[in-house]
């Protein structure tokens, strides 16, 4: 059975850090691509970061220079490291694993910004 879960989420002043975490279980995590999604109030869930299972990444252009997603296969885990917060990154953040036609999601963490 697949399980990923996201730690990290809070609540954080704008301009400042959070790091979250999805730990990945049930599957081959090292072939997998690993992606974090987010969906604020009353909006559709957007793709923030993606990194692929040889470790290339692509970011969303409002994630461009303030986030950074990056993954360790040994400990089955993906990262997501978001610096300059903005009250707009508030949003619950899911992490999602796919490989061909199999896609797996989190159960999401919760972001807020907010001074």
């Known amino acids: 059975q697949v399980h990923l879960v996201e730690s990290g989420g809070g609540l954080v002043q704008p301009g400042g850090s959070l790091r979250l975490s999805c730990a990945a279980s049930g599957i081959i995590f090292r072939l997998h691509a690993m992606d974090w999604y987010r969906q604020a109030p009353g909006k559709q869930r957007e793709l923030v970061a993606r990194?692929?299972?040889?470790?290339?990444?692509e970011y969303a252009d409002s994630a461009k220079g303030r986030f950074t997603i990056s993954r360790d296969n040994a400990k089955n885990t993906v990262y997501l490291q978001m610096n300059s917060l903005r009250p707009e990154d508030t949003a619950v953040y899911y992490c999602?694993?796919?490989?061909?036609?199999?896609?797996?999601w989190g159960q999401g963490t919760q972001v807020t910004v907010s001074s």
């Open positions: 990194i692929t299972g040889g470790g290339t990444t």
């Open positions: 999602n694993a796919g490989l061909f036609s199999s896609d797996y």
